[in-house]
């Protein structure tokens, strides 16, 4: 049995978060969309003011997987939540608990923080994801369809 082990990732893990990214954007077929550098990554979570955290998993001293999260608000709850950006473990680690780790560590913080939910997406065709998150007890949210605005429209909506 390999022994997992969940860390917060501090600003020396950039590099380890950064070759995390790759290999995730690499698996979901959207290395084309990666914009993310070291040097953006270490301003995201370790710059004055930062927009996430990240948790790394490591099999005995390999790091295979990532969980980069922050916080956000619910309007009926009138609370805050915790919203999983990716859940990434390399796939020669899949299968050997760092998934499960991470995700309960991040349960773990949400409820040391008081926050009510955690919350995160999954492309439809990763039906490996699917089954293990259903496994934990999630449920989707299939009456919900997520909208996103970059780039162009999002500059031309703010008049830019």
Not at 37 to 64: N, Q, S
Not at 69 to 97: I, N, Q
Not at 146 to 154: F, Q, W
Request: net charge neutral; glycine share 8%; charged share 30%.
């Amino acid at each position: 049995m390999h022994a997992v082990r969940i860390v917060p990732a501090t600003e020396s893990d950039v590099a380890a978060v950064f070759r995390m990214i790759l290999d995730l954007a690499e698996y979901e077929k959207l290395a084309h969309e990666v914009t993310a550098t070291e040097e953006r990554i270490r301003k995201a979570l370790f710059g004055e003011d930062p927009a996430a955290e990240a948790l790394l998993a490591y099999l005995d001293e390999e790091c295979v997987g990532m969980a980069p999260f922050f916080r956000v608000y619910s309007t009926f709850r009138a609370e805050a939540g915790l919203y999983l950006e990716d859940l990434f473990v390399k796939p020669h680690a899949r299968g050997k608990g760092a998934g499960f780790a991470l995700l309960r560590r991040v349960a773990q913080i949400a409820i040391e923080r008081g926050w009510g939910r955690v919350e995160w997406g999954v492309l439809d065709w990763n039906k490996s994801s699917i089954a293990f998150y259903k496994k934990l007890g999630a449920v989707p949210m299939d009456e919900w369809t997520k909208y996103r605005l970059t780039g162009d429209a999002l500059r031309r909506l703010a008049g830019c």
